[in-house]
Nanobody, 123 residues
Framework: QVQLVESGGGMVQAGGSLRLSCAAS????????GGWFRQAPGKKREFVAA????????DYADSVKGRFAISGDNAPNMVYLQMNSLKAEDTGVYFC????????????????WGQGTQVTVSS
């Protein structure tokens, strides 16, 4: 079983930075892929970034490339999302997710989800 808990959300001015953390339980989490998704009010959940824990391979949505960075630690099992140069359009609830398969941009491929953490970027 895998349990995910996000933290680090908050309110920041445009151009600022936030670092989100996802604490993951489970001895085999380092063999999973970790991902970040976000959902703005009235919009569908969208892919942000993913990390394949086995290989370290990362993937990013075009909208965040060059601004966001996903990383992870094995002890304790954590996945991070460093967000820089934040824009108003980055506002939303950010969800950490994990899958036993390879990293994916598709929410349906993820088996485990956190409750989400709110990120608000003021302009």
């Amino acid at each position: 079983q895998v349990q995910l808990v996000e933290s680090g959300g908050g309110m920041v001015q445009a151009g600022g930075s936030l670092r989100l953390s996802c604490a993951a339980s489970g001895r085999t989490f380092n063999r999973y892929a970790g991902g970040w998704f976000r959902q703005a009010p009235g919009k569908k959940r969208e892919f942000v970034a993913a990390l394949w824990r086995g290989s370290g391979i990362t993937d990013y949505a075009d909208s965040v490339k060059g601004r966001f960075a996903i990383s992870g630690d094995n002890a304790p099992n954590m996945v991070y999302l460093q967000m820089n140069s934040l824009k108003a359009e980055d506002t939303g609830v950010y969800f950490c997710a994990a899958t036993a398969s390879a990293s994916s941009r598709w929410a349906a491929d993820y088996q485990y989800w956190g409750q989400g953490t709110q990120v608000t970027v003021s302009s």
